[in-house]
């Protein structure tokens, strides 16, 4: 069966990777594209790698316009999807990149994004451990109308604790995470004032203080893993490099937890996930290692100089950390293989 598919605000880093997924995706056909300020040019002029779609032309972000699709993506800015969504029919296929329907609490919601709160719609994780570990996120996916993409720092970090959490190995009151971020996480302007002011590299902490708009989304996905309430301190760092996330995540070890404990969790929690890899005990992920591909991968230590837990998880923030896990969660919502389109992703595709 072929989908017809609709991207709204496909002119921005998001949506340029939703428009290169969709191309590889055999079950998918792309019928609209939506921007803002680039309406009227072609994607080809906004985003010269696409081939696929080149000559196709951006149309105003109307709710009658991407109506008669079968999915349509939202690649927004925080905030605005929220309004357009309620326009759309029921049996729409609708999957948010944005943060507007992430935040289960309503509190937390007003206190990071300071904007009405839409509700929740069923989150994008299919490899979240729920239930204190005994299930995962993919099984409220199946049948979803409404699907809330994660956040990448988000995806990094939940991914990188999540088994720890749930086999009660680590204290979950004392959990740091240092992020590495690649410049198109903070959008196509970022990118280029970046590399235009700092043509031979700079690295820049930013939201710091725990006032990051994640925070309150990674809270809510460890406290899921381990079935009670989990704290966080998260600072990213912006550097100049275009895509990718590196998350440093540390966290004090529980009385009696081992590496061989740590490695068991791990493995049950991801030995038969496709798109997560976690490497053997002394090996460690670079951003390299996930360019343009919808896989984390992971590395694990013990630091037994301070009790500590150790992990690191690399992802693409525009793949695994977007557009990959919008993908996914489409699959699995359609009944669709997990993997479709997803398999061949190749660097190449980026390049022209």
Same mark, same amino acid.
């Given at each position: 069966?072929?989908?017809?598919?609709?991207?709204?605000?496909?002119?921005?880093?998001?949506?340029?990777? +939703?428009?290169?997924?969709?191309?590889?995706?055999?079950?998918?056909?792309?019928?609209?594209?939506?921007? #803002? #300020?680039?309406?009227?040019?072609?994607?080809?002029?906004?985003?010269?790698?696409?081939?696929? @779609?080149?000559?196709?032309? *951006?149309?105003?972000?109307?709710?009658?316009?991407?109506?008669?699709?079968? /999915?349509?993506?939202?690649?927004?800015?925080?905030?605005?999807?929220?309004?357009? &969504?309620?326009?759309?029919?029921?049996?729409?296929?609708?999957?948010?990149?944005? &943060?507007? *329907?992430?935040?289960?609490?309503?509190?937390?919601?007003?206190?990071?994004?300071?904007?009405?709160?839409?509700?929740?719609? !069923?989150?994008?994780?299919?490899?979240?451990?729920?239930?204190?570990?005994?299930?995962?996120?993919? $099984?409220?996916?199946?049948?979803?109308?409404?699907?809330?993409?994660?956040?990448?720092?988000?995806?990094?970090?939940?991914?990188?604790?999540?088994?720890?959490?749930? !086999?009660?190995?680590?204290?979950?009151?004392?959990?740091?995470?240092?992020?590495?971020?690649?410049?198109?996480?903070?959008?196509?302007? !970022?990118?280029?004032?970046?590399?235009?002011?700092?043509?031979?590299?700079? !690295?820049?902490? @930013?939201?710091?203080?725990?006032?990051?708009?994640?925070?309150?989304?990674?809270?809510?996905?460890?406290?899921?893993?381990?079935?009670?309430?989990?704290?966080?301190? *998260?600072?990213?760092?912006?550097?100049?490099?275009?895509?990718?996330?590196?998350?440093?995540?540390?966290?004090?070890?529980?009385?009696?937890?081992?590496?061989?404990?740590?490695?068991?969790?791990?493995?049950?929690? @991801?030995?038969?996930?496709?798109?997560?890899?976690?490497?053997?005990?002394?090996? *460690?992920?670079?951003?390299?290692?996930?360019?343009?591909?919808?896989?984390?991968?992971?590395?694990?230590? /013990?630091?037994?100089?301070?009790?500590?837990?150790?992990?690191?998880?690399?992802?693409?923030?525009?793949?695994?950390?977007?557009?990959? &896990?919008? /993908?996914?969660?489409?699959?699995?919502?359609?009944? +669709?293989?997990?993997?479709?389109? +997803?398999?061949?992703?190749?660097?190449?595709?980026?390049? $022209?």
């Amino acid at each position: 069966m072929t989908y017809t598919v609709a991207v709204a605000g496909a002119s921005g880093n998001a949506g340029a990777e +939703l428009l290169r997924l969709i191309a590889k995706h055999p079950e998918l056909e792309l019928k609209t594209v939506t921007a #803002s #300020s680039s309406v009227g040019k072609t994607v080809g002029e906004v985003h010269s790698h696409l081939d696929d @779609y080149a000559e196709r032309v *951006f149309v105003a972000t109307e709710s009658e316009l991407l109506a008669g699709h079968d /999915i349509v993506f939202l690649a927004l800015p925080h905030a605005l999807s929220a309004a357009l &969504a309620k326009e759309l029919p029921a049996d729409v296929l609708v999957i948010d990149c944005a &943060a507007d *329907f992430r935040l289960e609490s309503e509190a937390d919601w007003l206190k990071f994004y300071k904007t009405p709160f839409a509700g929740t719609w !069923a989150y994008g994780m299919p490899e979240l451990l729920i239930e204190g570990g005994a299930a995962k996120q993919r $099984k409220n996916l199946v049948a979803a109308k409404r699907i809330a993409v994660p956040g990448c720092n988000v995806t990094a970090i939940t991914l990188g604790l999540a088994p720890a959490l749930s !086999a009660g190995l680590i204290q979950t009151d004392d959990i740091v995470s240092v992020l590495t971020v690649g410049t198109s996480g903070a959008g196509r302007g !970022a990118t280029e004032k970046l590399f235009e002011l700092e043509p031979t590299g700079s !690295a820049e902490a @930013y939201q710091v203080g725990g006032i990051h708009r994640h925070t309150p989304e990674i809270e809510q996905n460890l406290s899921k893993s381990a079935n009670q309430r989990v704290q966080i301190s *998260f600072t990213p760092v912006l550097s100049s490099f275009e895509r990718g996330i590196l998350a440093v995540n540390t966290a004090r070890l529980l009385p009696g937890a081992t590496i061989a404990a740590i490695e068991a969790a791990f493995e049950k929690a @991801y030995g038969d996930e496709f798109f997560i890899e976690v490497l053997a005990l002394g090996k *460690f992920p670079t951003t390299v290692d996930t360019i343009a591909n919808n896989k984390a991968v992971i590395g694990l230590a /013990i630091d037994e100089h301070t009790n500590r837990l150790v992990t690191i998880c690399a992802i693409d923030n525009l793949v695994k950390g977007t557009a990959g &896990a919008a /993908i996914q969660s489409m699959n699995i919502a359609l009944s +669709l293989d997990e993997k479709t389109g +997803l398999e061949s992703l190749s660097k190449n595709d980026l390049i $022209k």
